[in-house]
């Protein structure tokens, strides 16, 4: 496949080995995840916006939970695409550091590692009551909210909901890898979420190069070096070879 976008890296390509990734939802979608606001982003007629808060958790607690509980069920089934196995491939020949937005598990089910997960999992568990945490993969869950082991009390998801802080080491090692890179690929988001959105802002101006994979204009777009029009699954391969030099 000739993609214009390949051709413009590999000419580039000897400058370009510090590599920060920032992913979204789109890059999940060729896995048959839904997005956030893409048209199939009302989860069975539920707007995830008003269940992914801490509020609607504590006060609509089941409601949130069978959310939480469809998703873990759809990323259980879901498996990696060619867009999430060429990013974990660049990583053997380039220093990446990858800063998604997911809560999927993908990335690191196609063998990304050290994957930085600015919005949580769904895969973690935790306890407010007495601080108990853990990886959970069950799904379905047999009851929600699934009990603390320890305590009995609720546990929540460890996701980055609505109006909380996004982990401060991921945000503190995604701004370093924005400020250190030469290459910067923004990958299947609308860019409509901060602080991860102003990661390209960043790596712009600290002298990155900046190439947006996405079929739809953003409001990341413009800030773009390079945008290359298409879906994550059918561009990365290509654009990674090209990097490779393969
Ligand atoms: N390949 C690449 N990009 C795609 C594909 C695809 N196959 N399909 C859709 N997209 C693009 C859409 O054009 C859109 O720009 O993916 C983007 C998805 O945008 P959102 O649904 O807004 O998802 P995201 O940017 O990850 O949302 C950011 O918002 O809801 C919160 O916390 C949630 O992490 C999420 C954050």
């Known amino acids: 496949m000739d993609v214009p976008a390949a051709s413009w890296l590999a000419d580039r390509r000897r400058s370009l080995r510090r590599i920060a990734v920032v992913t979204g939802a789109g890059i999940s979608a060729e896995s048959g995840l839904p997005t956030f ?7 069975q007629g539920r707007n995830p916006m008003e269940l992914f808060t801490p ?8 409601e949130s939970w069978e959310l939480f509980d469809r998703l ?7 498996e ?10 660049l990583a053997r020949s380039h220093g990446v550091t990858l800063a998604t937005q997911n809560i999927d598990g993908l990335h690191q089910r196609a063998g990304s590692r050290d994957v930085l997960e600015l919005h949580g999992t769904l895969w973690r568990l935790s306890c407010a009551g007495c601080g108990h945490a853990g990886v959970n993969e069950t799904a379905p869950l047999p009851l929600l909210p699934p009990p603390c082991p320890a305590c009995g009390g609720p546990l929540r998801p460890d996701v980055v909901m609505f109006g909380e802080p996004l982990p401060a080491d991921a945000l ?17 988001t ?6 991860a959105a102003g990661l390209p802002a960043i790596a712009r101006a600290y002298g990155a ?19 290359a029009r298409g879906t994550a699954a059918m561009l990365l391969p290509v654009i990674v070879r090209a990097l490779r030099g393969d």
């Open 37 to 43: 606001r893409g048209e199939d982003a009302l989860w």
């Open 80 to 89: 990696p695409n060619a867009g999430h196995r060429a990013l974990a491939a």
């Open 172 to 188: 503190r090692a995604a701004t370093r890898a924005a400020e250190t890179c030469d290459l910067m690929l923004v990958v299947g």
């Open 209 to 227: 190069l900046l190439v947006e994979i996405n079929p739809a204009p953003t409001e990341l777009s413009a800030q773009m070096d390079y945008a």
């Open 72 to 78: 873990r069920v759809l990323s259980a089934r879901a």
């Open 190 to 195: 609308s860019g409509a979420v901060y602080p």
């Open 55 to 62: 509020e609607a958790l504590a006060t609509r607690t089941r």
